[in-house]
């Protein structure tokens, strides 16, 4: 079945670039999703990217994608502080219906 | 403005009772959908709708009930057949056939059975 693999923990310097990766299996998928969760709050959409694409960049956020591999990832440039979060990584399952696969979610840990 | 939420934030129940985990939009979603989430683990799947009066199974449906007799509320109810209920439910919504298929997620409500 379909699996999307995250490291769990990532711990960077305050105004250093955080890179959270995930793999994932299904090459059907159309589009692949970052979402960002604060401590006790729902998940927020923090960018998407096509799966034909290989990058896409807004803001400070960067998403590379590798179809080949399988590989996505998500830049953070000059990560703060307010970035401290757990990140998930999605993919839409191919299928008659919007069904998302999530990664088990990387917390970030920023410090000064 | 446009949103979701979730009712209560924090629910504490006693073992073998039922209990309703409400969630409202009024984004004018029609698919709606709710999960759960266990430390360390990603989204597991419940329930979803994608038109009032039509509900599907998840990935985890066992315990769990669902109705949506409103376009705007899709509420959960987790039974006593629930073996470990304790968790974290996430409603989102989204439109079905939006070409980036984007769900909209509520803050959520955090579930203890004592």
């Known amino acids: 079945g379909e699996d999307v693999e995250q490291s769990l923990f990532l711990s960077v310097r305050e105004g250093d670039s955080s890179v959270i990766n995930c793999t994932y299996t299904?090459?059907?998928?159309?589009?692949l999703y970052w979402y960002k969760q604060e401590p006790g709050a729902g998940l927020q959409l923090l960018t998407y990217?096509?799966?034909?694409?290989d990058m896409k960049q807004d803001q400070r956020l960067t998403v590379l994608l590798n179809k080949k591999d399988k590989h996505l990832s998500l830049r953070i440039a000059d990560t703060q502080t307010g970035d401290s979060a757990i990140y998930f990584c999605?993919?839409?399952?191919?299928?008659?219906?919007?069904?998302?696969?999530f990664g088990a979610g990387t917390r970030l840990a920023v410090h000064p | 403005d446009g949103g979701i939420t979730q009712s209560p934030k924090y629910l504490f129940r006693k073992e073998g009772q039922n209990v309703t985990l409400s969630c409202e939009q009024n984004?004018?979603?029609?698919?709606m959908y709710w999960y759960r989430q266990d430390p360390g683990q990603g989204l597991r799947l419940i329930y979803y709708?994608?038109?009032?009066?039509?509900?599907q199974k998840g990935d985890i449906a066992e315990g769990y009930s669902v109705s949506r007799e409103k376009k705007e509320s899709f509420p959960l109810t987790v039974t006593s057949a629930q073996k470990n209920p304790t968790a974290f439910y996430l409603c989102?919504?989204?439109?079905?056939?939006?070409?980036?298929?984007?769900?909209?997620f509520g803050p959520g409500t955090r579930l203890t059975v004592l």
């Open positions: 984004l004018n979603h029609d698919a």
């Open positions: 990217i096509f799966s034909n694409m």
């Open positions: 989102a919504s989204s439109i079905p056939g939006e070409i980036t298929d984007t769900q909209y």
């Open positions: 299904d090459s059907s998928s159309t589009y």
């Open positions: 999605a993919e839409n399952e191919a299928g008659g219906y919007n069904k998302l696969i």
């Open positions: 709708s994608q038109i009032v009066n039509d509900f």
